[in-house]
């Protein structure tokens, strides 16, 4: 290199790294803008709905397996949401570690339970409850034993958390109609056995007498498109019920009530076995259920709309009961 060139490089070099810095700062921030931009908040659409199912769906989440790195994402994902949908902490803090025996592996698996508040101060409340755990790469559980691809659970259950997650935020939108509190909790190790929502009925960070029911959503992204049906389990268990589950949507989906007919089948049986009133809401099995084929692409997002509306009108009416606490322990 002559000295010319030599100097000419000297004098450019360090404007040219300013540049490229300066354009470097330029594109992160315009990232971060178009990703704030894009940030949907909490809501019944499904806009919404997408989000939080693509972003727990993703392969990158590995199937959210209890006790991984991907499940504390998805954990710290859902209390941010939680926050963003106006529910406050409890206990001061959205995440509720705990650890339990896994019964396929015998291995000590440590979890967390994610919990928020709408607070109206009332001394009962209603407890909204979703899985989010799933099953990785299909180790235990699978159906397809032999399968090492990840199981993304898109249905199972990324589509009841969103669903949960939704009402939430229309809660805190719509707080001026509630007369409850109502517990949003996100468990895990729900594949496993149920234990998330075992250590949250017997730790009494809730008081059990003081939780009026459970509406527990798994599994309610597959609106069957030639014969729309809406599961809801445990509904002729208690006669309360009839007082408030609404009639069949307007939308056009049928709805199914029966009583609770797999004992531990999700988490609301925990709360059943404590004789605290609890409902199933789901669209029900499918073949891709605990496969790898379980993926977003799947869902029918329309069908969770209408599905949506039809939690809304739920529970506005077991918030304008005046007295539920007495109507369910009557029956």
């Not at 540049?19 to 940030?39: D, E, P, V």
């Not at 049986?269 to 409902?279: E, K, M, Y």
């Not at 509306?309 to 369910?328: G, I």
Request: glycine share 8%; net charge neutral.
């Amino acid at each position: 290199m002559n000295k010319l060139k030599s100097d000419a490089y000297k004098l450019h070099k360090p404007a040219t790294i300013r540049t490229l810095c300066g354009l470097a700062t330029l594109i992160l921030w315009l990232c971060s803008s178009f990703a704030h931009a894009q940030q949907v908040k909490p809501g019944l659409h499904e806009n919404y709905f997408r989000q939080v199912i693509s972003y727990l769906a993703s392969d990158s989440m590995k199937g959210r397996l209890p006790g991984s790195e991907e499940e504390k994402r998805a954990a710290a994902f859902i209390a941010a949401q939680l926050k963003l949908a106006g529910c406050k902490p409890i206990k001061k803090k959205f995440i509720h570690p705990f650890t339990y025996q896994n019964p396929d592996s015998a291995q000590i698996t440590s979890a967390g339970n994610v919990l928020g508040i709408i607070d109206t101060r009332s001394p009962y409340c209603i407890v909204v409850s979703a899985h989010y755990d799933h099953i990785g790469s299909g180790r235990h559980h699978s159906k397809a034993p032999f399968s090492k691809q990840i199981h993304n659970g898109a249905d199972d259950n990324a589509s009841g958390v969103a669903l949960l997650l939704g009402l939430a935020g229309w809660c805190n939108q719509n707080k001026h109609l509630l007369n409850y509190d109502v517990v949003f909790a996100a468990f895990s190790g729900e594949e496993d056995g149920l234990f998330g929502s075992d250590v949250f009925v017997r730790s009494g960070i809730t008081d059990t007498s003081k939780i009026l029911c459970n509406l527990n959503f798994d599994m309610l992204g597959r609106l069957d498109l030639l014969r729309p049906l809406l599961r809801i389990d445990g509904a002729t268990d208690f006669a309360g019920w009839q007082n408030v589950l609404p009639p069949d949507s307007a939308k056009g989906f049928q709805v199914l009530q029966r009583s609770n007919l797999i004992k531990g089948g999700s988490d609301h049986c925990n709360f059943s076995d404590r004789h605290i009133p609890a409902l199933l809401i789901t669209t029900g099995l499918h073949s891709e259920y605990h496969t790898p084929d379980d993926d977003e692409s799947r869902i029918n997002y329309q069908g969770m709309s209408y599905i949506g509306e039809y939690l809304r009108t739920l529970m506005l009416n077991l918030q304008n009961r005046k007295n539920l606490q007495v109507e369910f322990h009557a029956c």
